[in-house]
């Protein structure tokens, strides 16, 4: 009986001898595959890196913004009882936005823009349709660089500071994003600059210090003088990029513009702007020449933007945003030439103000109602050419401009935003409508008024 016991502990120790063989062998090859595999997954990672570096940091991303808008307009002369219409001024446009950022610090933006009227002619060169309003206005269907400037962000010891060049996100600034339905706002405030300008810009931010402060200091060229003079008797050639012939006073229109944050804690936000044009264009009283270098101007505005009204009263107030800007303009003629409504060597100036409201449109999940009145004085002359309104730019309007707007996402889709827009401007001077300083305003009594509908596509 003991041997028998004895056997079959021998033969039991052997099976599991055996087992713990098997399975120690199984447990090597488990080992190996696991190594196999870590390999396999460290190759696909070096891939993936490999392919995120050059799909994600070294290309383009692009967005499309694709709007179509039907506008029906009516002039007044009320002095005359003359009348112009339009029932149906149908017009698409077009932004292709971009964006790249290769490395930390630097980025790329750019926005090419289509804006044309249905049936337009194409290659339209009217004098109306500048360099710094051209893809801010409907036109022809030709492709247009609207934005395209880098930006290089970096510190000196504790000090935020931005760099950039190139053609600047100068329209539909500050308050006027809102009348657009637009999130995204330009660097300028729109109350005495929505019109698109090249230049260089530096920023210097003081959050640290101050919620949401900082500065820029920005300095550009709006207009490039004279390119076509002949030189030399009895020759064809031309002087390219110069200008020899004096008289015509058609000098490079430079600028200098201080855009900056006071304060902007999310709920308030306190912006202000002061800008300075050099030989802004004007006449000269004994040639009789417009368009001249005539003297100099200067811009100022500030502007507060609330966004949501008290403390949790109510969902109503929390989704409510008010806002309020006033500006003045000051052009300053040099002796033997006129600015505005100045004398010889003289200065004009003018003011404006401008409020508003967004409330909730109480219909829709996300939709509002916006309500905004400007006021313009006789000499009020801001640089809003670019204003997206077929009637022109209510905001430098030398009276008064009403309007409402109602901005939903149609059939709820956050992908078409949508808006109805009636606005209705009483000019009670000459309309500002030409460049800077050489057209007198006198008195008129013209009213203007748009009614327009329009769908987009954003993404």
């Not at 050059?54 to 913004?65: A, E, M, Q, R």
């Not at 044009?277 to 507060?304: H, M, P, Q, V, Y």
């Not at 309500?371 to 309007?397: H, L, Q, R």
């Not at 078409?416 to 606005?423: G, I």
Request: aromatic share 12%; net charge negative; proline share 3%.
């Amino acid at each position: 009986m003991k041997k028998l016991v004895a056997l079959s502990s021998i033969a039991f120790l052997s099976t599991m001898a055996f087992a713990n063989t098997d399975m120690q062998n199984e447990i090597n090859l488990l080992k190996k595959e696991v190594q196999e595999l870590k390999k396999q997954q460290d190759s696909t990672t070096k891939t993936l890196t490999d392919v995120k570096i050059s799909t994600n940091n070294d290309n383009i991303k692009f967005g499309i913004d694709f709007r179509n808008a039907i506008d029906i307009l009516e002039y007044k002369n009320n002095e005359t009882g003359e009348t112009a219409r339009n029932h149906s001024l149908l017009s698409s446009r077009l932004y292709l936005n971009m964006v790249a950022s290769p490395m930390k610090g630097l980025s790329f933006r750019g926005k090419l823009a289509v804006y044309s009227t249905w049936g337009a002619h194409l290659y339209v060169n009217d004098d109306p349709l500048k360099d710094w309003s051209a893809s801010s206005k409907p036109a022809d269907t030709v492709v247009r660089l609207k934005e395209g400037y880098f930006v290089y962000s970096n510190k000196i010891g504790e000090q935020p500071i931005a760099l950039s060049i190139g053609r600047r996100p100068s329209s539909t600034g500050f308050l006027a994003s809102m009348r657009e339905n637009e999130s995204d706002e330009g660097s300028p405030l729109a109350h005495i600059t929505n019109m698109e300008v090249n230049g260089a810009m530096v920023k210097l931010d003081f959050s640290r210090y101050i919620p949401g402060a900082y500065v820029k200091l920005v300095y550009g060229r709006a207009h490039t003088g004279e390119m076509e003079n002949v030189y030399g008797t009895g020759h064809a050639n031309v002087i390219p990029y110069a200008d020899i012939d004096t008289a015509a006073e058609d000098e490079n229109v430079d600028f200098f513009v201080v855009p900056g944050n006071a304060y902007n804690d999310g709920q308030y936000q306190l912006m202000y702007q002061w800008a300075h044009i050099f030989d802004t264009k004007g006449k000269n009283t004994a040639t009789g020449i417009t368009k001249g270098a005539a003297g100099t101007a200067d811009l100022f505005a500030l502007s507060l933007k609330v966004n949501g009204i008290g403390e949790e009263i109510s969902d109503f107030l929390d989704d409510t945003v008010a806002f309020a800007s006033i500006a003045s303009t000051y052009y300053d003629a040099k002796d033997g030439h006129t600015l505005l409504s100045s004398a010889d060597g003289g200065t004009s100036k003018g003011h404006s103000f401008w409020i508003g409201a967004l409330i909730p449109d109480m219909i829709t999940d996300s939709g509002k109602f916006g309500f905004e009145y400007n006021y313009g004085s006789k000499n009020w002359t801001p640089m809003t050419w670019a204003e997206d309104t077929a009637i022109g730019s209510k905001i430098a309007v030398r009276g008064s401009a009403y309007e409402a707007y109602w901005n939903f996402n149609l059939f709820g889709i956050k992908y078409l935003p949508s808006q109805v827009r009636y606005t209705y401007a009483q000019h009670d001077y000459t309309p500002n409508a030409n460049c800077s300083g050489w057209t007198v305003p006198k008195p008129v009594d013209i009213t203007a008024q748009d009614l327009r509908f329009f769908i987009s596509y954003r993404y």
